[in-house]
């Protein structure tokens, strides 16, 4: 490792702590990213060979599309996780994907045991996608170069930092205030009967950007500030019709001057553009270089690091000019970087917004389907309030934490990670050659019956420590639910925005929907496809 490398982890993790969070000889081999790699197993000669893993066939001319193409295709009706589903119940729990339309070949891995020895082989990594629009403007962006070395030991860093249940609780008061913020925002975005009116989910990107910007840069971003859109017969969106399914919505910020908006408003309405946009996800428009949509993407990745760089130069600031607040702990830990870590705090901005906004919105579909959950987590929530408006301080909420662990669990964010694997390694028996993409489908695992009783359906008991002996959450494989991978650092902190979100919204309201099943899409993210029929009605 370079030296660089070496300061930075030295830096961010003293002596002192450094023997805290040294992980055991059980768990090393789990997380490669995380723990010391051991070295590669050899593959042994008699393994299977890669060939006879699985799978459909690639047609001539047509390929692997054949599989999806209208009516003659085995999987055209299925998008997404259902398509992962369909592969899976067809051949098994390893499939293969010839390389075919592809520069590479693809292996499927729905089994958490095996999973577990594509983790352990220490010999894969994340590809990086050369191509894409945000890896042409990364590689564009040169004013805060970090080698190599130095991103993976930042990484690594902020991912035991964000695992910390002590540094965690730095953040209660104000993700807690956050959270009162968008509650109140959201009584106001009422409209005839209660519902929820078309700018559900632009509020819940103000709040999940607010949130995410607290955690990296310690101080309140403005997300949440100015008045609440209300649509009328001038301003309100044309109701989508089936036809336009694949046609953005456009929020309230879209159709403003993008002159006449604070920074953290043009935040918001970058990180929709690029979300509706699909500027992250790999696709023919976005990598032809030449296209309009590869034009606008660039554009909005400029705009995005811009607005970053304009925050963490006030957070920096606003850091050395005073005492240390608890909300700063990770912006301190990274102080010694300075205006170094501005790549990696956009790509925290980047990857984490979409993500957590869909998350949120599939818990409260949730809840607002099962009223009687929804009930006890309230009656949880009334109870803490009164205890600590009584002065008996604030006792912690299981059933809310199990509430979102269940919404996590059967709406995760992401199908899976992939990784590249660099060297020959060995799953289930077969041998993988080195330039494998190997897809590791947790969101699919998250919802098998072999791993979970009554997989499709809402039991947030599964997670709590008292009953539900049968459907207990730690009969599943340790790796069974990873809704955002095994290696993403804030895994450790989205569970504790996600309670704060739900502890306010039941504290005051409850959910309704009132409307028919939304359908499950796959745009980058998984996410529940609008128009949402949420009803926000006062508790009693």
């Excluded at 456009?250 to 500027?279: F, W």
Aim: hydrophobic share 40%; charged share 25%.
């Amino acid at each position: 490792m370079a030296k660089s490398a070496i300061f930075i982890r030295k830096s961010l993790f003293p002596s002192t702590t450094r023997r805290h969070i040294s992980s055991s000889s059980r768990r090393s081999s789990t997380s490669p990213p995380r723990y010391k790699a051991a070295a590669a197993p050899s593959v042994a000669n008699y393994l299977k060979p890669f060939n006879d893993i699985p799978g459909p066939i690639a047609l001539p001319m047509l390929r692997h599309s054949a599989h999806v193409l209208p009516r003659i295709g085995n999987f055209h009706h299925t998008v997404g996780l259902g398509l992962l589903e369909g592969l899976r119940d067809k051949y098994g729990n390893l499939v293969r994907l010839a390389k075919a339309s592809r520069t590479r070949p693809v292996l499927y891995v729905f089994d958490p045991e095996m999973m577990r020895e594509v983790y352990e082989s220490n010999v894969t990594e994340p590809p990086c996608w050369k191509r894409s629009p945000l890896s042409q403007h990364r590689n564009a962006f040169s004013s805060c170069p970090i080698s190599g070395d130095e991103t993976k030991a930042i990484w690594i860093a902020i991912h035991t930092l964000l695992h910390d249940g002590t540094l965690l609780k730095n953040y209660d008061r104000v993700f807690d205030e956050i959270a009162a913020d968008v509650t109140r925002r959201l009584g106001a975005l009422r409209h005839a009967g209660n519902a929820l009116n078309e700018e559900l989910e632009t509020e819940v990107y103000r709040w999940a950007l607010e949130t995410i910007g607290m955690m990296m840069f310690g101080i309140r971003l403005g997300c949440l500030d100015g008045e609440v859109h209300v649509p009328t017969a001038e301003n309100r969106s044309p109701e989508k019709t089936s036809m336009d399914d694949d046609t953005p919505s456009v929020c309230s910020l879209s159709k403003r001057n993008l002159e006449g908006l604070n920074p953290a408003e043009r935040l918001v309405r970058t990180a929709r553009e690029i979300a509706d946009g699909s500027y992250l996800v790999r696709s023919e428009k976005t990598l032809k270089t030449d296209s309009q949509v590869f034009n606008d993407a660039l554009k909005a990745f400029d705009r995005q690091i811009s607005l970053t760089e304009h925050f963490l130069t006030r957070a920096l600031k606003n850091l050395n000019s005073g005492d240390l607040r608890p909300e700063q702990v990770l912006l301190n830990k990274l102080r010694p970087l300075d205006m170094r870590i501005l790549p990696l705090a956009s790509d925290v901005l980047l990857a984490g917004v979409g993500p957590l906004v869909q998350t949120a919105i599939s818990m409260f579909y949730q809840l607002s389907l099962h009223a009687a959950q929804q009930q006890r987590a309230h009656d949880e929530v009334a109870w803490s309030v009164a205890s600590r408006d009584a002065g008996a301080g604030s006792p912690e909420m299981p059933y809310v934490a199990a509430c979102t662990r269940e919404a996590l669990r059967l709406h995760p964010a992401t199908g899976g990670v992939v990784r590249r694997s660099n060297e020959r390694l060995s799953v289930a028996g077969y041998e993988i050659p080195a330039g494998v993409d190997i897809v590791l489908a947790h969101g699919v695992t998250s919802k098998s019956d072999q791993q979970w009783g009554r997989a499709k359906a809402f039991i947030p008991e599964r997670w709590c420590s008292e009953g539900w002996e049968p459907l207990r959450a730690s009969k599943a494989h340790p790796l069974a639910s990873l809704p955002f991978g095994e290696s993403c650092p804030a895994g450790g902190i989205v569970g504790k925005m996600l309670d704060s979100l739900v502890i306010r919204v039941l504290d005051r309201y409850r959910l309704e929907w009132h409307g028919p099943p939304p359908n499950m899409v796959t745009t980058g993210v998984n996410r529940l496809q609008p128009p949402y029929y949420f009803v926000l009605q006062n508790a009693a």
